[in-house]
């Protein structure tokens, strides 16, 4: 089947690091995608993982293993508006973009 | 640049009823897809279309359906509306398709559909 977990909700604090975890299983596998999305806002893209490793766009970073079907998106220096839902996403080879159901993160003050 | 824009943002209709939503993308990008989104299931893929072919078809009933024109303008037909076709429907755009490279892409404030 097909299947992607991810933690529902998450706390932190200003100027912490935060890692939110990513696993899949999927019949197929081009890439994998991260999003944030604000309450009542659309989705914007942040990083799109094809290879493993670490890939760092200022504040946030993405990391993709494929042979263990895992990924983390780690958010460093955090941010009263890095409050907001985080999704990922797998890119099945030829055939649809598959969501895991989002992760809330909060970040207090 | 413009963004994504995406009409009507609010709509209501009644059950059996069909709706037409309708996509502009960000000039130059050609590639157009629709997604559902729910509180339950989250967002899920409903299909992409790319120079006004369908690339790509996510797990949804035929009653979905999707069109993509020759300025690569979108639209998504549901046809014969139940109650949990209730939802937020984005559409996003991208430069490339899915089997084009690295695929950004850019979603519109989507469309609230609500059906009683």
């Known amino acids: 089947g097909q299947n992607i977990d991810q933690p529902t909700e998450m706390t932190a604090t200003e100027g912490a690091i935060v890692q939110i975890n990513c696993t899949y299983q999927?019949?197929?596998?081009?890439?994998l995608f991260w999003y944030q999305q604000h309450a009542g806002e659309a989705p914007t893209f942040l990083s799109y993982?094809?290879?493993?490793g670490l890939e760092e766009k200022g504040r946030f970073s993405s990391f993709l293993s494929r042979s263990k079907g895992y990924s983390y998106l780690l958010l460093k220096e955090l941010q009263m508006k890095d409050s907001a839902s985080y999704l990922c996403a797998v890119d099945q080879a030829g055939t649809a973009l598959i969501f895991g159901k989002g992760t809330t993160l909060s970040v207090s003050s | 640049k413009a963004g994504v824009t995406q009409t009507p943002r609010y709509l209501i209709k009644t059950r059996g009823q069909q709706v037409t939503l309708s996509c502009s993308p960000i000039s130059g990008h050609r590639s157009v897809s629709w997604y559902q989104q729910t509180p339950g299931q989250g967002l899920q893929f409903l299909f992409e279309y790319f120079s006004e072919t369908q690339r790509n078809k996510g797990n949804f009933p035929g009653r979905f359906s999707g069109r993509q024109f020759s300025n690569s303008r979108s639209e998504m037909n549901v046809s014969t509306l139940e109650l949990g076709d209730s939802a937020l429907y984005l559409c996003?755009?991208?430069?490339?398709?899915?089997?084009?490279?690295?695929?950004?892409?850019?979603f519109g404030p989507g469309t609230r559909l609500t059906v009683t």
């Open positions: 996003a755009s991208s430069l490339v398709s899915r089997q084009g490279g690295v695929y950004e892409q850019y």
């Open positions: 999927t019949s197929g596998f081009n890439g």
């Open positions: 993982n094809v290879l493993d």
